[in-house]
C-alpha cells in the first residue's frame, strides 16, 4: 500500500530556517499536504501542494515537490519558538484518502 | 464556521470494557474519517465515510471497533472490548470531497 515516510526529529536555533522532509510512494498522488500538531491538539492545515506543481512559496513557508523522486520538503523561513510542533506531510489519492506520515518533531531552541 | 467536535476529549477504561466516540463533522461535509494516532506516530485511517456509506474501512478491526454515520451527518466510533493496545488518540476529520481535511481536537483513549 501507499507509505508517507518522515525523519523523526529536528532540531534549530531560533531565526534560522528550518527544513522537513518527506517521502511516499503512492503514484496517484493529487495533492501534498503539510499539516502541524501542537500537544494536545488536533492537526491544522499548513500549507499544501497540487502534484503538478514544483514549488508553492506561502508567507515564511516554502513547499518543493520533486515529483520524479516523490520527495516533498517544507522549509520555513526565520523559525521561531512558536514553530515548535509535530508536522505532519500528507499524501493524498484519488480516492480522497489521505496517508500521513509519521511525523517530525521540530524543537526550535532560543 | 464551526469545527469538527468530537467527545469525550478523555476516557480511562479498563481492558474488555466498551467505549464510544462521537464526533460532529463542519456542516456540509460529504466525507468524514476517523484516524487512529499512538503515541509517537502519525494518523492511521480507520474508516472513511462519504455521506452515510463507507468507502474505506480496511484497517479497520471489525472483531472489535464498529462506526456508523447516521444520516450523512454525525459518527460514532465503538471499540467493544478494548485492548491494551487501543489506547491512543482517535481523531475525526471531515472535508468537503477532496478539499481540505479539518480535524477535531480528538479523544485520548486509556486502556489499562
Known amino acids: 500500500g501507499e507509505d508517507v515516510e518522515q525523519s523523526l526529529f529536528l532540531s534549530v536555533r531560533e531565526g534560522d530556517s528550518s527544513v522537513i522532509n518527506c517521502t511516499y510512494t503512492d503514484s496517484s498522488s493529487t495533492y501534498l499536504y503539510w499539516y502541524k500538531q501542537e500537544p494536545g491538539a488536533g492537526l491544522q492545515l499548513l500549507t499544501y501542494?497540487?502534484?503538478?506543481?514544483d514549488m508553492k512559496q506561502d508567507q515564511r513557508l516554502t513547499v518543493l515537490l520533486n515529483k520524479k523522486d516523490k520527495h516533498l520538503s517544507l522549509r520555513i523561513a526565520d523559525t521561531q519558538t512558536g514553530d515548535s510542533a509535530i508536522y505532519f506531510c500528507?499524501?493524498?489519492?484519488?480516492?480522497?484518502?489521505?496517508?500521513f506520515g509519521t511525523g517530525t518533531r521540530l524543537k526550535v531552541l532560543a | 464556521e464551526a469545527g469538527v467536535a468530537q467527545s469525550p476529549r478523555y476516557k480511562i477504561i479498563e481492558k474488555r470494557q466498551s467505549v464510544a466516540f462521537w464526533c460532529n463533522p463542519i456542516s456540509g461535509h460529504a466525507t468524514l474519517y476517523w484516524y487512529q494516532q499512538i503515541l509517537g506516530q502519525g494518523p492511521k485511517l480507520l474508516i472513511q465515510?462519504?455521506?452515510?456509506?463507507?468507502?474505506?474501512d480496511s484497517q479497520l478491526p471489525k472483531d472489535r471497533f464498529s462506526a456508523e454515520r447516521l444520516k450523512g451527518v454525525d459518527s460514532t466510533l465503538k471499540i467493544q472490548p478494548a485492548k491494551l493496545e487501543d489506547s491512543a488518540v482517535y481523531l475525526c476529520?471531515?472535508?468537503?470531497?477532496?478539499?481540505?481535511?479539518?480535524f477535531g481536537e480528538g479523544s485520548r483513549l486509556t486502556v489499562l
Open positions: 501542494i497540487f502534484s503538478n506543481m
Open positions: 465515510f462519504q455521506n452515510n456509506g463507507v468507502v474505506d
Open positions: 476529520a471531515s472535508s468537503s470531497t477532496g478539499g481540505e481535511l479539518f
Open positions: 500528507a499524501d493524498l489519492s484519488g480516492t480522497y484518502k489521505y496517508i
